[in-house]
Nanobody, 129 residues
Framework: QVQLVESGGGLVQPGGSLRLSCAASGFTLETYAIAWFRQVPGKDHEGVSCISSGSGVTYYADSVKGRFTISRDNAKSTVYLQMNNLKPEDTAVYYC??????????????????????WGQGTQVTVSS
């Protein structure tokens, strides 16, 4: 069964850290670009970060640049999102998604999310004191 499963969300105080994991099964993760999106109620998905297949080119939204780091461990079929210095505005449901694009390529974060064809169920991140 082709699926992505996110984990690692939770409640954290402002300034704290979380590491999200996105575990893949049923397909070869290393040949896919992986993106993290987030969504708050009433708003569309926002692209947060993505990492290409191949050499692992990375992209970040301006709102998280310098605070979030995306990485992949193809041997474990897992992509991570390390989130540091979290802010209340980072509160959202975080989703990972996989897309089969050319090696070393990932679409811009503002591109339609329909370009990604495998999605996880999401994990809640709440940043609050």
């Amino acid at each position: 069964q082709v699926q992505l499963v996110e984990s690692g969300g939770g409640l954290v105080q402002p300034g704290g850290s979380l590491r999200l994991s996105c575990a893949a099964s049923g397909f070869t993760l290393e040949t896919y670009a992986i993106a993290w999106f987030r969504q708050v109620p009433g708003k569309d998905h926002e692209g947060v970060s993505c990492i290409s297949s191949g050499s692992g080119v990375t992209y970040y939204a301006d709102s998280v640049k310098g605070r979030f780091t995306i990485s992949r461990d193809n041997a474990k079929s897992t992509v991570y999102l390390q989130m540091n210095n979290l802010k209340p505005e980072d509160t959202a449901v975080y989703y990972c998604a996989a897309g089969n694009f050319a090696t070393d390529y990932a679409p811009p974060l503002a591109a339609p999310r329909g370009l990604y064809d495998i999605w996880g169920q999401g994990t809640q991140v709440t940043v609050s004191s």
